[in-house]
């Protein structure tokens, strides 16, 4: 004995789909940036302190509690190491720039900053 399957979509019992457009030819509408001098804007935006090394240097940072996370943008200009009960290290490898930023267990910021690493 066969069974007859009922259709599954909605098409197949007569409902009408909106329509949704060709994913390969509806066009992507930008976001626009928000109004100059509104709250957000890169100038309003509060900026990171620099900190200038040089290949070779090491700074001891000095946190008030252990670090949770440590993000460096770009791998390979510093290495961030810890050390309890809250001691931050940095070791300039590289020239170049990058941002570092540490937050504790909670994701709360306890240190960034940019870090600019000058030839030897």
Known sequence: MLLAAAPL????NGVEQPERGDPFTT?????PDPAPGAEGDAQAAERLPVMEMT????EVIRLPQPAGTIISLVPGVVT???QEPGMLFIFAEQPGETKVVVADEGYNEMFA???KVAPQ
């Open 9 to 12: 979509s909605a098409a197949a």
């Open 27 to 31: 066009p992507v509408v930008p976001i």
């Open 55 to 58: 290949v070779g240097d090491m």
């Open 80 to 82: 961030v190491g810890t």
């Open 113 to 115: 900053s940019t870090i």
